[in-house]
Each structure stands twice: as C-alpha cells, then as structure tokens.
C-alpha cells in the first residue's frame, strides 16, 4: 500500500510520533511528505526516507494519491481540512488528536468516509494499551462487582482547567465509553480564578486547538445503567491526586488506571499492610497469579498497535477500534462540559449544537 504522511513544522508539527507510523512496516511505501516548513519538511525526510517530499500537502495528495495518509499536526486548526483532502482522494485517515475543533467538522468527515468505505482512526493509545485491554476483560470478569462510578483526574499542570480538558480530556473521556458507554447528561463548574467564569473569559491554550475556559473544572456525567463519571482538573488538587488517571469504583472493590505513555492499573486489595498499620494496598494488576505486569512500549509502539488495528479495520471493512466516531464522542463530553459550565445547567447529550459552545 502507499503511504504519505501531512505534518507542520511549528504549527503542531507531526504530533505524538504520527511521522512514524509507517515506517519499517513490510508491504507499506511512503510515497510522499508534506511539510509547509522548509527546515522540517528536510528533517522528517530524512527520519521517515519518505520518497518525494513538498510544500502543499494538495498537491501531493492530488499527485500521489496515497491510500493511507497520516494527519500528523498535534494542533488542530488545519485538521478537517487535511482529513477532507485526504478522504476525497480516496485514502484512509489516521489522524492526530484532537480529532477536530467542533462536532460539525466530525460529523463532515464521518458522513464523507462513512459514504466512501473509508477508515478514519484517531491517535487515541490508551485504549489499546495491554494494561487497558486488561483491565476491561478483568471488569467484565467481575473485578470491581458491579461498576458504580469512574472518577477522572487530569494532569492538572500549568494548563489545569479547559486546556488540561481539552488536550487529555479526549484520551480520557475516550477510556470513559470504552469501559462504560456513553453520557446522556452533564452538570459542570467552571472556574477563573474563584469564580464562576463568564463568556468573556473564552481564551486560547497554549497551542492552536481551540477556544478553552477556566483554571478549574469539576463535573458529572450520568452514564446508562447507573454509573456515574466526575471529572476534575484543579491545579491545587495536583500534588495529592498523583499522576492522570481514573478510578474505577464498583460494589465489590476500585481500581486506578493512570495514563500517560505507560498505562498502568494497581488494583486495592485489603489486608497486604497491616502489619505495617495499614489496612488496604495498591497493588498491580497482573496478568496472571504471580506474573509480571503488562508492560507497553513508548509513543512509536503505542502508534503501532492502534496503526495495526486500523490496518486490519481496513482490510476486514469494519470500524477501527479507536475510530474517528469514538473521536467525535470524546470531543462531545468535551463540549457538554463546557456548554454546562457556561450555562450553569445541566445539558443532554448528544449535543444539539454541532459547533464549538465557547464559539459565542
């Protein structure tokens, strides 16, 4: 098959290792890079061995015609634009995340591919990660009894708030429907500096992926069959949350997955510590009595196993597990959070308006 890969320097550049997800992969050739920055197009080249290098990713698209394209920039203004460049040509889309700035635009390109038999996937690892895939079978299993509540922290670093939300947000909400389904309901509040936020405190992150809001979100999802979802991201909450994650609590025991590159899940299991005082321990999740804990690569392997099942999504003509429609509902819990910290009320999911709700 034929490859080619659209990345920006300086303007998201090529995201999470999304330059190589075709490389050093038998009976795939990468036909064509496209890259607006001179400097950086003549780096990747040389990373990737791409065959033909240019300037306009139209261009290349309109030459090459490849039937996988990787739309690599971490920002997300030129997303829809290069996925629907790439769909017309007939090529298959493996896109960074976020997926795009509103709903409209996912809706767009997921009508266009749907039409076309095209597989959209989207650079959401976690949910193919050992220790996830894991933990849900274990779920099913009856680890935890019956699932009650997810509890989901951010990274609540320096961009604590709508940008923590937005940027982690969306591989989080992602393992959210992948464990329990989806939202049909959100309550939230939102924070500036104390206080309630108002619409004109609608700013941009730090990067180019949209209009954000506060520096601390709480909120609540009311999912299908009783499982409730709170979601924080408080930068005063950092130094005792500990790293991202969720905790998963059901009637018989809670479990912590934390994300980042290396997805771990430490299981609670009473009474390993009381000689030490202690009535209860975190212990790792493991995949059999007395194994070792599944371990995961960094992002070049992560890519690779969600690239691997894209790839056979394609060949089998089903949805790809982290596809472009997971993507979409992510970005919505997203939206609903927003939407209800700004009214101050409670919104029912799906969303009605498709377009960005700090877009006032």
Request: glycine share 10%; charged share 20%.
């Amino acid at each position: 098959m034929t490859a080619a890969i659209i990345g920006h320097s300086g303007r998201g550049n090529y995201g999470h290792g999304l330059d190589q997800v075709f490389s050093d992969r038998p009976g795939i050739e990468i036909v064509g890079l496209a890259d607006a920055d001179a400097v950086g197009r003549a780096k990747t080249q040389e990373r990737v061995r791409a065959r033909r290098v240019y300037s306009d990713y139209q261009e290349m698209l309109a030459k090459e015609r490849p039937q996988l394209v990787s739309v690599a920039p971490r920002w997300t203004d030129q997303h829809y634009a290069m996925v629907s460049a790439a769909l017309a040509v007939g090529a298959h889309v493996y896109c960074e995340k976020p997926f795009t700035r509103t709903l409209a635009d996912a809706d767009a390109l997921l009508a266009v591919a749907r039409k076309s038999g095209l597989k959209i996937a989207v650079a959401h690892q976690g949910r193919l990660a050992p220790q996830t895939l894991l933990l849900k079978q274990k779920i099913a299993e009856g680890l935890v009894g019956e699932l009650l509540e997810i509890r989901v922290h951010g990274k609540q670093d320096k961009r604590a708030g709508g940008e923590d939300l937005l940027v982690l947000g969306t591989h989080q909400f992602d393992l959210v429907r992948f464990f329990a389904g989806d939202a049909h309901g959100c309550i939230a509040r939102i924070l500036q500096q104390d206080r309630e936020v108002t619409p004109a405190q609608v700013r941009e992150g730090t990067e180019n992926i949209g209009p954000i809001i506060g520096d601390e979100i709480e909120a609540q999802f009311a999912l299908s069959d009783g499982v409730n979802v709170h979601y924080t991201s408080r930068a005063k909450n950092a130094a005792v949350a500990g790293p991202w994650g969720m905790e998963f609590v059901g009637t018989r025991g809670r479990v912590r997955l934390l994300n980042d590159v290396h997805t771990l899940v430490y299981v609670l299991q009473p009474g390993l510590t009381k000689h030490l005082g202690a009535s209860q321990a975190w212990v790792p999740l493991v995949s059999a009595p007395g194994g070792a804990v599944v371990a995961s690569g960094g992002m070049v392997t992560a890519n690779r196993v969600v690239v691997d099942d894209w790839l056979a999504a394609i060949a089998a003509d089903r949805e790809p597990v982290c596809s472009g429609y997971a993507a979409m509902k992510s970005l919505e819990m997203i939206h609903a959070i927003f939407a209800a910290g700004l009214s101050r009320g409670r919104v029912e999911l799906p969303l009605r308006n498709r377009q960005h709700p700090l877009s006032i």
